[in-house]
């Protein structure tokens, strides 16, 4: 089934330059990347997008380090995108995410793991809204 789903190319990634990497394992997974922007996150935006963190302890590190620097904001589209991204992308701590995933080869720590992917349909388009009009989708 075809499905879309959102990515975040995180600050610690795109400040090491690694947008064109983590692309290319996207779309060697058949993930197609169907609207794409560099963006600087507002703290509203991290806070309003990390919401559901609000009462955890890493929330203020976390909406923190997504204001830092540019992210990449994304919307991939592919049969079962939201499964077969969160695979690609690999385990939130680096040293339990499996070979040949983003994480593993370039995450730095739990806190700075290079890459967000939605973990429901609910929340992908939840997400996608937030970032994305309709109209910025070139599937």
Do not use: C, W
């Amino acid at each position: 089934m075809t499905e879309r789903t959102f990515s975040i190319i995180k600050p610690d990634a795109t400040a090491r330059n690694l947008t064109g990497q983590i692309n290319a394992m996207i779309e060697e997974a058949g993930l197609r990347i169907v609207a794409q922007r560099r963006i600087r996150m507002t703290q509203e935006e991290a806070e309003d997008f990390y919401e559901v963190h609000r009462e955890r302890p890493f929330y203020g590190e976390l909406v923190e380090m997504m204001t830092s620097g540019p992210v990449v904001v994304q919307v991939l589209e592919g049969d079962n995108a939201i499964a077969k991204y969160r695979e690609i992308m690999g385990a939130t701590n680096p040293a339990q995410a499996a070979e040949g995933t983003i994480r593993k080869r370039f995450a730095k720590s739990v806190g700075e793991n290079s890459v967000h992917g939605s973990d429901s349909p609910d929340n992908a388009k939840i997400e996608i809204a937030q970032f994305f009009d309709e109209a910025d989708i070139v599937g």
